[in-house]
């Protein structure tokens, strides 16, 4: 149980285009999920937590307008980089969590690669 | 505020030797602490978690932490390394944001196995 899909593993983008990221719980309710970046040999940097149905909350330094967060279901949510450019090349790891408790497990998706020309 | 310490970007072991990870973690309140593996180019696994239940921790694939209140450490071990627990490895804390639950993640420790 408690498996975290991620679609796609990998995308290849001209620089200008938007693209979106699906992360989705598959056999259990995420009342919460989360959006990681990873550079290259360097730990996870948290983006943003969503909420089902309320807008997401970003970290510090993260822009709001360029990486849309949308959590519509208790099982979907979606991260769109928008006007992506070459520095936003990167791996997106999203997490899910089913409880709001502080020993509950985030399950993590397999990660999206994004390569952007 | 909560922060993770991982002692050492890297680790090497030979095959069949002990595996020692070491994680400090700094917390105003009870921890609760969580050790994630990540194989290349995959996402996150949780190897195994303490929630204050047992002090000794077993996790997956023969891992096993023990949660040490006087040092602060969540330190993974395994007796012997096997070639395929060549990984990167993270010791993550929770931190209460916002009414949000978050982990504060160490720098990652990668394991390398030697033949």
């Known amino acids: 149980g408690a498996v975290v899909s991620q679609h796609p593993s990998r995308v290849i983008c001209k620089s200008g285009t938007s693209v979106k990221i699906e992360c989705r719980s598959l056999d259990f309710q995420a009342t919460t999920m989360f959006w990681y970046r990873q550079f290259p040999k360097q730990s996870l940097m948290l983006m943003a937590t969503?909420?089902?149905?309320?807008?997401?909350?970003?970290e510090q330094g993260v822009e709001k307008d360029k990486f849309l967060i949308n959590h519509a279901s208790l099982t979907l949510s979606t991260l769109t980089v928008t006007s992506a450019h070459p520095e936003d090349s990167s791996f997106y790891i999203c997490?899910?969590?089913?409880?709001?408790?502080?020993?509950?497990?985030?399950?993590f998706g397999p990660g999206t690669r994004l390569t952007v020309l | 505020a909560q922060s993770v310490t991982q002692l050492g970007s890297h680790v090497s072991v030979s095959e069949g030797a002990l595996v020692l990870l070491r994680c400090n973690y700094s917390s105003s309140v009870p921890p609760y602490l969580f050790w994630y593996v990540q194989y290349p180019n995959q996402g996150l696994q949780l190897l195994l978690k303490y929630t204050s239940a047992a002090t000794l921790v077993k996790g997956i694939n023969g891992f096993e932490a023990e949660f040490k209140k006087s040092e602060t450490s969540f330190h993974l071990t395994k007796p012997s390394a096997h070639m395929s627990d060549a990984a990167e490895y993270f010791c993550?804390?929770?931190?209460?944001?916002?009414?949000?639950?978050?982990?504060?993640w160490g720098a990652g420790t990668k394991l390398i196995i030697k033949p």
């Open positions: 969503s909420n089902e149905g309320s807008k997401a909350t970003y």
């Open positions: 997490s899910a969590v089913s409880g709001t408790g502080s020993t509950d497990t985030q399950y």
């Open positions: 993550a804390v929770t931190s209460l944001t916002d009414s949000n639950y978050q982990l504060i």
